[in-house]
């Protein structure tokens, strides 16, 4: 077990460009989610997976965000037309909904995003 | 958006001492999480308290439970260096799979 881990850990763009993280969840978890943490502030939700499904998104995730999660594995977040306001942590967390500890998330480093 | 707010936003204590900090949230919940942040590093679960339940303990860890007051507690017994961190509260509603976070407390251990 190793973990989530997420890649980039850091990226610096120029508004206006597009970006992608990924996500690489705990092997055989089922659910994969995406959070965005401004300095100062805890976590916020955007988006879940249950295996290959987005099962929900939240009105913070605009039309310019979209996350994939393909094969049920790994999962990636692109953000087209990046802005300033984007700048954020964006953490990414596993769960298995099979297991009686299925509540715990556990989250990855994050990828710190800086659009310039 | 923010579930709840923690209080207070920031705590400093001696080593040995004993840390306590407190997160209101707003609507039902199915359980309360917490989690520590390390500069650096991610967010690491601590401990679960679910609805039914009115105290919790793991290790140095006590959480207190009060869905009357929608609040609950976190006690940090005898506090180490280590444990210098962020702390969030976390709840999870009824049929809503996502977590809800505080806004965190900045816990500094004077060794």
């Known amino acids: 077990d190793t973990g989530v881990s997420q890649n980039p850990r850091h990226k610096i763009t120029k508004r206006g460009q597009n970006v992608t993280f990924r996500c690489d969840p705990i092997?055989?978890?089922?659910?994969l989610y995406w959070y965005r943490q401004t300095l100062g502030q805890g976590p916020e939700f955007l988006t879940y997976?249950?295996?290959?499904?987005?099962?929900?998104k939240s009105r913070l995730l605009s039309d310019r965000f979209s996350a994939e999660r393909p094969k049920g594995s790994f999962s990636t977040l692109e953000i087209q037309r990046t802005e300033q306001g984007d700048s954020a942590m964006y953490l990414c967390?596993?769960?298995?909904?099979?297991?009686?500890?299925?509540?715990?998330?556990?989250f990855g480093p994050g990828t710190r995003l800086t659009v310039l | 958006s923010q579930q709840g707010e923690e209080d207070p936003q920031a705590l400093s204590i001696q080593e040995g001492e004993n840390a306590t900090m407190n997160c209101s949230y707003k609507?039902?919940?199915?359980?309360l999480q917490w989690y520590r942040q390390n500069s650096g590093r991610g967010l690491v679960h601590l401990i679960l308290?679910?609805?039914?339940?009115r105290e919790k303990h793991s290790g140095r860890l006590r959480v207190t439970l009060d869905t009357s007051k929608k609040s609950s507690s976190l006690l940090i017994t005898a506090s180490r260096a280590a444990d210098t961190a962020s702390y969030f509260c976390?709840?999870?509603?009824?049929?809503?799979?996502?977590?809800?976070f505080g806004t965190g407390t900045r816990l500094t251990i004077i060794p």
């Open positions: 967390a596993s769960s298995d909904l099979r297991k009686s500890s299925y509540n715990e998330q556990f």
């Open positions: 092997s055989e978890h089922n659910r």
């Open positions: 997976f249950q295996n290959e499904a987005q099962l929900e």
């Open positions: 609507t039902s919940i199915n359980n």
């Open positions: 308290i679910r609805s039914n339940e």
């Open positions: 976390a709840t999870r509603s009824f049929g809503n799979e996502k977590l809800t």
